[in-house]
Every structure is written in C-alpha cells, then in structure tokens.
C-alpha cells in the first residue's frame, strides 16, 4: 500500500479490464519515471477519447463523425451486414481483409443475469435499419458474428428469430472450429464437434 496520489493512480488503473494490481503498479511507477511531456500526451489523448469519441449513427462503431469511416465508404458492400457485439469486433474483422461489407454493433450480448436484454442492445436499431434501406441497396446477407460463448449464442439465436421473416435475407453465422496450428487433443468438445459439423468438402 502506497500512500497519496501513486496509490489513488494504481487504484484507478486496476479497475481498467486486463489490469491486476500488479500490472496497474507497473504502469503507474513507470509513469513515474517518463517525462513530463509524455504525461502530457497521455492526458491529451484521454481527453480526446472523453470529449471526441462519439458513435457511428448508422452503425454503432466508435467514430469521430457522424458516421464512422466504413460506413461513410461508397466502396463498402451495402448488401451484407455483419453484426458484432463491440467495436473491438469490427477491428478483428477488418484485420482479416475478407469482409467488405458493412458492419452492426449491437453494444453488447444479450445476458438477463446482468439485466441485459434487447432493449438495452441495438437491436431495434438493426431492424430499423433493415426495414427502411435508405440507401437503395437492399441488405441479402447478415452475418451474426457474435461470441461463441453463452451469452454470444442467445444472442445468434435471438436475432435468428427476429431476422427470419425478412423476404430476401439470408442469415448466417461464423463458423467455429479448431484454430490454426491447434492439438485435436487439446480441443474442447464443443469447439471440436462445431469443427466436425462444419466441415466443408475438399474434393
């Protein structure tokens, strides 16, 4: 236990996610050792993020605009959209290169235990969207790309059932597998059985 501001800082870093008491010691004595200036850019950056982030009005994803840069892109597949649950998820997508198409972040997965349902993600956003087509472009393909996990697969399904009565979408998932350069033996079972359902044809 430190005293004063050093422990306040370390109070407050180990809130952040990712961050143990340890890890937020660590950053706070080296924020210590760097120069004023650097303290400075720090802080600046911190502001920016508090005063000049915003979210997208079309898709949801962190923007500095009123839309963000993909969906502002004319170049951007209008008829596929794909939904993820944060902005985090459409950078792990972007950084593929295989997806062209538009984006949906719903904010979240749905998750009654901690008071988490519809109304509190943006799904009346995404019907919205689907419904009105603004910009002429009829919408074929959404991709659920929500996690794999309890929560992320309620969500899949919910979407599934408020989805399947547009005329003219289809509904897809991610598949999920083994990942590159994995053990059979150290698969869990459902990971391994979701790689043997989804297998695809080689010849």
Not at 149 to 169: I, V
Request: glycine share 8%.
């Amino acid at each position: 236990m430190y005293e004063g501001p050093i422990q306040d800082l370390i109070d407050e870093l180990a809130k952040q996610p990712g961050l143990g008491p340890k890890g937020a010691q660590r950053i706070a004595f080296h924020l210590l050792a760097v120069e004023n200036k650097d303290i400075d850019r720090l802080i600046a950056a911190l502001a920016r993020v508090r005063d000049d982030v915003t979210y997208c009005a079309e898709c949801g994803n962190v923007s500095a605009n009123a839309l963000c840069r993909i969906c502002s892109d004319a170049r951007r597949d209008a008829t596929k959209i794909c939904v993820v649950e944060e902005p985090k998820d459409v950078h792990a997508i972007e950084r593929t290169k295989e997806f062209n198409g538009r984006y949906h972040v719903l904010g979240g997965a749905l998750d009654p235990l901690s008071g988490i349902g519809p109304d509190q993600l943006r799904i009346r956003e995404l019907l919205k969207r689907l419904a009105t087509q603004e910009d002429g472009n009829d919408v074929t393909e959404v991709i659920v790309a929500t996690d794999p996990n309890t929560e992320g697969e309620a969500t899949a399904t919910y979407l599934l059932r408020m989805l399947k009565d547009f005329p003219g979408l289809s509904v897809t998932r991610l598949a999920s597998g083994l990942p590159m350069g994995g053990d059979l033996e150290f698969a869990d079972e459902l990971t391994l059985g979701r790689a043997l359902s989804g297998r695809r044809i080689l010849a």
